[in-house]
């Protein structure tokens, strides 16, 4: 009886020494970007600089490649339409190691992306941000580099289904609330599904 005792308190504590684990791991979700100087799939520089007369920068991640990349690139182009009236920049980055400059520039090109997509080249951008997959979208103030939205775009694809349309349109409903001037509430947030970016060996 004392055994189980001490194993049920054992356990408490260890539950107890995780939570604020937890609880900043909650709090790390969303990061601040590092500045940077990237080039676009045309050779074009580009920094968080450039940017700091835009209200906020959106940022989709990249892969050359992708499956779910492909597919989500008209739903980004689109929500980029419904906000053209906004002081919004939207933008891609791409970190994979196997895509250089002139892969990214014809898959853009095959898949009509009209946007800067940057190379970041030694990926860290990408590391700053926490990026793990792509298809992953970021809301940042170029100002003071915070992140405010990072997730999906919509709830359309997955790795085993595809709806015919989206039911949740979470970076729509994130733009909505950061240009109102609140916060977003990321607890009802999914992770974003997409390939995995795979890092350079430190």
């Not at 209200?55 to 989709?60: C, E, H, N, T």
């Not at 989500?72 to 689109?78: C, H, L, N, R």
């Not at 009236?85 to 009509?112: H, P």
Request: charge should be negative; proline fraction near 3%; charged fraction near 25%.
């Amino acid at each position: 009886m004392k055994k189980s005792t001490g194993f049920m308190i054992t356990m408490m504590l260890s539950a107890l020494a995780w939570l604020p684990l937890a609880a900043q791991a909650q709090d790390d979700y969303l990061k601040t970007v590092k500045e940077f100087e990237l080039s676009d799939q045309y050779g074009e520089m580009h920094s968080l600089d450039d940017y700091a007369d835009k209200d906020y920068v959106v940022v989709y991640i990249h892969g050359a490649g992708c499956p779910i990349a492909r597919l989500a690139v008209p739903s980004y182009k689109q929500i980029r339409e419904n906000y053209a009236d906004q002081n919004i920049q939207f933008m891609m980055l791409n970190a994979f190691v196997q895509d250089d400059i002139e892969r990214i520039r014809k898959e853009g090109e095959e898949f009509g992306v009209d946007m800067p997509i940057l190379k970041d080249a030694d990926q860290s951008v990408a590391k700053s941000l926490g990026v793990e997959r792509t298809a992953e979208v970021f809301i940042i103030d170029p100002r003071t580099r915070e992140v405010h939205y990072r997730g999906p775009i919509t709830d359309q694809f997955g790795y085993e289904t595809q709806r015919t349309s989206a039911a949740e349109h979470f970076l729509q409903d994130a733009l909505d609330a950061v240009l109102a001037g609140e916060t977003v509430d990321m607890s009802d947030i999914p992770d974003a599904k997409g390939c995995l970016v795979g890092y350079f060996m430190s």
